[in-house]
T-cell receptor
Framework: GQQVMQIPQYQHVQEGEDFTTYCNSS?????IQWYKQRPGGHPVFLIQ?????EVKKQKRLTFQFGEAKKNSSLHITATQTTDVGTYFC???????????FGQGTTLQVKP | SQTIHQWPATLVQPVGSPLSLECTVE??????LYWYRQAAGRGLQLLFY??????ISSEVPQNLSASRPQDRQFILSSKKLLLSDSGFYLC?????????FGPGTRLLVL
């Protein structure tokens, strides 16, 4: 079945360094969503990308959707300790609303 | 605004005991509802989803069942818990494609 692969699984960075997580699919994605889960918390929706080549920014976060709609990335500039958590990408189904989640990337930030 | 509630927040149950987790949504009508399980340090596994009252789709064969007796109520149940049922259970709702998660229930089966 459809799979969304996400790398890396873990990333440790020094505060102030940049961070990127990548999401890849072997088939064309209808859309890509990004969620953040803080330690001990629940996933929270960050953004949805729909168009080929789309780029969206939220403060220090930059989200990209590939031209072929088979990959996506989330880039955080100058990480802060508040960025700690697990970032998930997911493809959404317009019929059922079901999400196919990537495995997540857990970010640790050293102060 | 919409809110989603789950209870209990934490639960410790012995192997073989029954389970009932409840999820309710406020502020929206006819939402799609979902149950996920997340093992410690792992990703999200979709267990069940529902597009309407009494309509349940199971994603993986398992020891659990789900029911939707009312439009905004989703219940996860088990007749006899297994050790492997331990985890973080998350309920979510959606109207379009974005999902909104509840606070979750941490279940430990001993």
């Amino acid at each position: 079945g459809q799979q969304v692969m996400q790398i890396p699984q873990y990333q440790h960075v020094q505060e102030g360094e940049d961070f990127t997580t990548y999401c890849n699919s072997s088939t064309t994605l209808s859309n890509i969503q990004w969620y953040k889960q803080r330690p001990g918390g629940h996933p929270v929706f960050l953004i949805q990308l729909v168009k080929s080549g789309e780029v969206k920014k939220q403060k220090r976060l930059t989200f990209q959707f590939g031209e072929a709609k088979k990959n996506s990335s989330l880039h955080i500039t100058a990480t802060q300790t508040t960025d700690v958590g697990t970032y998930f990408c997911a493809e959404g189904s317009s019929n059922t609303g079901k999400l196919i989640f990537g495995q997540g990337t857990t970010l640790q930030v050293k102060p | 605004s919409q809110t989603i509630h789950q209870w209990p927040a934490t639960l410790v149950q012995p192997v073989g005991s029954p389970l009932s987790l409840e999820c309710t949504v406020e502020g929206t009508s006819n939402p799609n509802l979902y149950w996920y399980r997340q093992a410690a340090g792992r990703g999200l596994q979709l267990l069940f989803y529902s597009v309407g009252i009494g309509q349940i789709s199971s994603e993986v064969p398992q020891n659990l069942s789900a029911s939707r007796p009312q439009d905004r109520q989703f219940i996860l149940s088990s007749k006899k818990l297994l050790l492997s049922d331990s985890g973080f259970y998350l309920c979510a709702w959606s109207v379009f494609e974005t999902q909104y998660f509840g606070p979750g229930t941490r279940l430990l089966v001993l």
